[in-house]
């Protein structure tokens, strides 16, 4: 997968997740955008990537918070002055808050709505104008299995995520004609933290036998966005070890 002078944008790449698809971009050759919307871990992320010996490619910070429609397309302007171009946008940003539904304020489910699904709107939109100058790109949406199974007070991130999937096929009916591919990758267990403190039991859960990773989720990004499965859009991809697939009932 050669990503040679693509230029990638991702959402919410200063840590966790989309570090990790950040940092494999730049690994085959792209130019990252890491948006971002603290200056702290952007920064750092820029420099992690920059000074990665095996990196041929390289990464730049621009502040953004995907909460604000005006900086979504402050970024993008600044893309298209800088670089002239955008092959491929990476939606990740994302939050959420986990409370009873009948303590849930407006405030919250606003706060969680516009971060994780109206920036994906609009961050989508403004990246389709730069794509269909030069021809196309892809865009994939990061959703979550969440957005098909729950746990109890998780209604504002469910809500966000099921509506990333149909954003996806909506989007990529409209800018097929221009040759964007939309696609949706939803996660199931990603661990981000100390991997080495997870017990058997959460391994097993999963039919792959293992938890997954922040670097399943940007293999598969790769995957989707790669110019050869340009046959791929308007669908859902989930990479959960088989989680959803596995009926498990209590001792």
């Given at each position: 997968m050669k990503y040679t002078d693509n230029i990638v944008i991702v959402t919410g790449s200063g840590q966790g997740i989309g570090l990790a698809v950040a940092t494999m971009y730049a690994a085959h050759g792209a130019h990252v955008i890491i948006a971002e919307r603290s200056s702290e871990t952007g920064e750092a992320a820029v420099r992690k990537i920059n000074g990665a010996e095996a990196t041929t490619g390289s990464a730049s910070f621009v502040q953004t918070d995907v909460s604000e429609p005006q900086q979504i397309e402050r970024l993008m302007q600044t893309v298209d002055a800088r670089w002239g171009r955008l092959?491929?946008?990476?939606?990740?940003?994302?939050?959420?808050?986990?409370?009873?539904?009948?303590?849930?304020?407006?405030?919250?489910?606003?706060?969680?709505?516009?971060?994780?699904?109206?920036?994906?709107?609009?961050?989508?939109?403004?990246?389709?104008?730069?794509?269909?100058?030069?021809?196309?790109?892809?865009?994939?949406?990061?959703?979550?299995?969440?957005?098909?199974?729950?746990?109890?007070?998780?209604?504002?991130?469910?809500?966000?995520?099921?509506?990333?999937?149909?954003?996806?096929?909506?989007?990529?009916?409209?800018?097929?004609?221009?040759?964007?591919?939309?696609?949706?990758?939803?996660?199931?267990?990603?661990?981000?933290?100390?991997?080495?403190?997870?017990?058997?039991?959460?391994?097993?859960?999963?039919?792959?036998?293992?938890?997954?990773?922040?670097?399943?989720?940007?293999?598969?990004?790769?995957?989707?966005?790669?110019?050869?499965n340009d046959f791929i859009t308007g669908t859902e991809l989930v990479v959960d070890g088989g989680m959803t697939r596995k009926m498990i009932y209590e001792p």
């Open positions: 092959d491929v946008l990476i939606n990740n940003a994302g939050l959420s808050v986990w409370e009873s539904p009948y303590d849930l304020t407006v405030e919250a489910w606003d706060r969680i709505l516009n971060t994780n699904l109206r920036s994906v709107f609009l961050a989508s939109r403004e990246a389709a104008k730069l794509m269909r100058r030069n021809g196309g790109g892809a865009i994939v949406n990061l959703a979550s299995t969440r957005a098909h199974m729950s746990e109890p007070h998780s209604e504002a991130y469910a809500a966000s995520k099921g509506g990333i999937l149909a954003l996806t096929h909506a989007l990529s009916v409209s800018l097929g004609p221009d040759k964007i591919r939309v696609n949706t990758i939803s996660p199931g267990w990603i661990e981000n933290g100390d991997y080495t403190a997870l017990r058997p039991q959460d391994h097993a859960q999963h039919p792959a036998g293992r938890v997954g990773t922040p670097d399943d989720i940007a293999r598969a990004c790769l995957f989707l966005t790669q110019k050869e």
